[in-house]
C-alpha cells in the first residue's frame, strides 16, 4: 500500500492499524479516540443546561441540613425551615414540564427574621455553596423607586448575572439574598405629600420580581437608559431569600399576643418566652412593622433565627468548619507560627461577647482587637514561631485598647 493509499483519522491523523476502529464518512475517517473526546465535549457543553439536576437530585431536605450544621452553630428551627423551602423549590423546576395538568406549583420565597450576626447570610451563602449555584447578596438600603437617586431594583438581578459568568440559564436557577429587608419598611402610616421613594416604593418595585416576570437587566449595572443593551432574565424560577435584623418588631409581637396586660394576667403569659419574642413571629408582625401585605404574600415562608447564648457563642469560636480560632490559626500557620487558645481565655471572649450583643460579628471584633500586635509583630519576627493565647494575655489586650468593662466570673 503506498503512501496516498493510506487510511487515516481526519482529526488526530492516526494510521488504521493504530486504532481500535476507525469510521468512515464520506470524505473523512473518525477513530475511536477522537470519538470519545468528542462525547467528553459534548457532555461538558450540555451539563450548563442540566447542572442543577447533576448537583441537586439526591440532596433531601435532612442532607442540606447536615450540610447547614458544619458551618451554623444551633439555629435548628431556621435550618430546617429553609432546607425544606429549597428543596421544595428545586424539585418545582427540576418536575417535567406538566403543562397538561391543572396544578402548578408556585415557588416559595423566603424571609428571615434575627438580629445582627445570628447567620442569615452564612446561611443562604451555605446553601448556594452546597448546591453549586449562582449566588449573591443585595443591599436593600441602597434601593430607591425607579426614577430616582439611588439603585434600580433590577441592580439586584445584575448581581446575579455577574456571579453566573453572565451565563442566562444558570442565572435563572441562582439564588438571590436580600439583606437588610426591614430598611425598606413603610416609613408611616400617616398620608404624605412627599413620595416614600426608598421605602414603599422599593416595595412594590419588588412585586414582579419576587413573584416571576422577565425583566430587562443592564448588564453593568446603574441607571437604564434608551439605546443600551439588555439582557432579558426570567425571575419565576430564582429563589429570593430576604432577611433583616428588624430591629423593634418584638414591641409588635408583644403586642400581638397581649403580653403587656396591665392589672390581670393574659391566660397564655405563663407560656410566652419573653426573652426571645423572635419566636412567635407571624406575616402579621411583619405588616405592623411597615413590609406591605403584597409584599408579605409573595414571601409566604417565614422563619426567625434565636439569639445567640453563651453556649452557642463558644461554639462558633471553636466548632464550626470556619470556625474563628481556626481561621487564625490558619492565618499565622500561613507564617509558619503555631497559635493555640486556652479554653478559659475562649471563655473571657465569650463573656465580652455577651456583653456587646453583637453575636457572631461581636466574636470578631473582640478576637481583631486581641491578635492585632501579634498578627503585627510576629510575621517579621524570625524568632518567633509559637503564640499561646492566655488569660492573662487576652485581659492585657483588651486593657490596652480601652476595653475595660469586662466582667469575668
Known amino acids: 500500500m503506498s503512501e496516498n493509499d493510506k487510511v487515516l483519522c481526519s482529526f488526530c491523523g492516526k494510521d488504521k492499524q493504530d486504532t481500535n476502529i476507525l469510521i468512515a464518512g464520506t470524505s473523512a475517517h473518525i477513530c475511536d479516540l477522537c470519538i470519545e473526546q468528542a462525547h467528553e465535549i459534548v457532555k461538558e457543553d450540555a451539563a450548563d443546561e442540566v447542572f442543577i439536576a447533576n448537583d441537586f437530585t439526591l440532596l433531601k431536605p435532612k442532607e442540606i441540613k447536615a450540610h447547614l450544621d458544619d458551618f451554623v452553630i444551633g439555629q435548628d428551627d431556621a435550618k430546617k425551615v429553609m432546607s425544606v423551602a ?11 414540564d406538566t403543562s397538561d395538568e391543572d396544578i402548578e406549583i408556585e415557588k416559595s420565597n423566603i424571609i428571615m427574621v434575627g438580629r445582627t450576626g445570628t447567620g442569615k447570610t452564612l446561611i443562604a451563602r451555605s446553601i448556594a455553596k452546597l448546591l453549586k449555584v449562582p449566588f449573591c447578596i443585595a443591599d436593600a438600603t441602597v434601593l430607591t423607586e425607579a426614577g430616582y437617586v439611588g439603585e434600580d431594583v433590577e441592580s439586584i438581578l445584575t448581581r446575579l448575572l455577574q456571579a453566573a459568568d453572565y451565563d442566562v440559564e444558570k442565572a435563572k436557577r441562582g439564588i438571590v439574598f436580600i439583606d437588610e429587608i426591614d430598611k425598606v419598611a413603610r416609613k408611616s402610616d400617616n398620608p404624605s405629600i412627599t413620595r416614600d421613594v426608598s421605602g414603599e416604593g422599593v416595595q412594590q418595585a419588588m412585586l414582579k420580581l419576587l413573584e416571576g416576570t422577565i425583566v430587562n437587566v443592564p448588564p453593568q449595572g446603574g441607571r437604564k437608559h434608551p439605546d443600551q443593551k439588555m439582557i432579558a432574565l426570567d425571575t419565576k424560577d430564582i429563589l429570593f431569600i430576604s432577611g433583616g435584623a428588624f ?85 499565622f500557620d500561613m507564617d509558619g507560627i503555631s497559635l493555640t487558645f486556652d479554653k478559659k481565655a475562649i471563655d473571657i471572649i465569650v463573656d465580652k461577647a455577651m456583653e456587646f450583643k453583637l453575636g457572631a460579628r461581636g466574636l470578631r471584633s473582640i478576637c481583631e482587637t486581641i491578635m492585632l500586635d501579634a498578627m503585627f509583630e510576629f510575621p517579621s519576627d524570625e524568632s518567633k514561631k509559637e503564640l499561646k493565647i492566655t488569660t492573662t494575655y487576652v485581659r492585657a489586650q483588651l486593657t490596652k485598647h480601652s476595653f475595660t468593662k469586662l466582667k469575668v466570673a
Open 247 to 331: 430591629d423593634g418588631i418584638e414591641q409588635h409581637i408583644s403586642s400581638r399576643m397581649n403580653t403587656r396586660s396591665i392589672g390581670f394576667k393574659s391566660a397564655s403569659e405563663g407560656t410566652i418566652d419573653k426573652e426571645n419574642l423572635l419566636q412567635y413571629i407571624a406575616p402579621q408582625d411583619l405588616k405592623s412593622f411597615g413590609l406591605i401585605p403584597e409584599l408579605i404574600g409573595r414571601m409566604p415562608v417565614v422563619t426567625h433565627l434565636n439569639p445567640l447564648d453563651r453556649a452557642a457563642l463558644k461554639l462558633i469560636l471553636t466548632e464550626p468548619r470556619n470556625a474563628l480560632t481556626k481561621q487564625y490559626q490558619k492565618l
Open 86 to 96: 429549597v428543596y421544595n423549590h428545586y424539585k418545582r423546576i427540576l418536575q417535567p
